[in-house]
T-cell receptor, first 111, second 115 residues
Framework: GENVEQHPSTLSVQEGDSAVIKCTYSDSASNYFPWYKQELGKGPQLIIDIRSNVGEKKDQRIAVTLNKTAKHFSLHITETQPEDSAVYFCAAFSGNTPLVFGKGTRLSVIA | KAGVTQTPRYLIKTRGQQVTLSCSPISGHRSVSWYQQTPGQGLQFLFEYFSETQRNKGNFPGRFSGRQFSNSRSEMNVSTLELGDSALYLC??????????????FGNGTRLTVT
């Protein structure tokens, strides 16, 4: 089955700097890759997703890139703000199998 | 539009007891998935229901079960609770099963503590 690995597990950046979180997946049939943000006491919230027919997608300060050949995808957050501090999860979907998540990255933005 | 609603938010149970958790999906969503979240294992898939039928099941013991009603609301049950069942249980809903067309939307979870 699908296996998703996520790095780093923790990340600290200065306010205003960029943050990059990377994920790799194992199933070449995977075609949908969402990213979720989980704040303390809340459930994961979908922040951006990308499908296998595109290589990059951007939404304001957040962007995701996908390299199907290398089977990896990344989340880029620019001009980080304290409210970006949270745990971020990547995930991969293949066919009718359940969404498989990475183990998460705890991002701390230091003011 | 109201989001995914999970009740209760917190539960404390004793080892050996059983527990039932409830999930109301976003209106119109027919697929409900359940995940267990623990610090060490991340989000682990439990099961998925679509139109009252279990479509997928994760690698959990038979003590974990679930069901979906005709109004798409779902419940999960854990019998003979063990200390290791302490976790945040997350419910997520989507329009369809295929994530390409229909992303998952999560509730805020039920925090279960087994003592």
């Amino acid at each position: 089955g699908e296996n998703v690995e996520q790095h780093p597990s923790t990340l600290s950046v200065q306010e205003g700097d960029s943050a990059v979180i990377k994920c790799t997946y194992s199933d070449s049939a995977s075609n949908y890759f969402p990213w979720y943000k989980q704040e303390l006491g809340k459930g994961p919230q979908l922040i951006i997703d990308i499908r296998s027919n595109v290589g990059e997608k951007k939404d304001q300060r957040i962007a995701v890139t996908l390299n199907k050949t290398a089977k990896h995808f990344s989340l880029h957050i620019t001009e980080t703000q304290p409210e970006d501090s949270a745990v971020y999860f990547c995930a991969a979907f293949s066919g009718n199998t359940p969404l498989v998540f990475g183990k998460g990255t705890r991002l701390s933005v230091i003011a | 539009k109201a989001g995914v609603t999970q009740t209760p938010r917190y539960l404390i149970k004793t080892r050996g007891q059983q527990v039932t958790l409830s999930c109301s999906p976003i209106s119109g969503h027919r697929s409900v998935s359940w995940y267990q979240q623990t610090p060490g294992q991340g989000l682990q898939f439990l099961f998925e229901y679509f139109s009252e039928t279990q479509r997928n099941k994760g690698n959990f013991p038979g003590r974990f079960s679930g069901r979906q009603f005709s109004n798409s609301r779902s419940e999960m049950n854990v019998s003979t609770l063990e200390l290791g069942d302490s976790a945040l249980y997350l419910c997520a809903s989507s329009l369809f099963q295929d994530r390409w067309f229909s992303p998952l939307h999560f509730g805020n979870g039920t925090r279960l503590t087994v003592t």
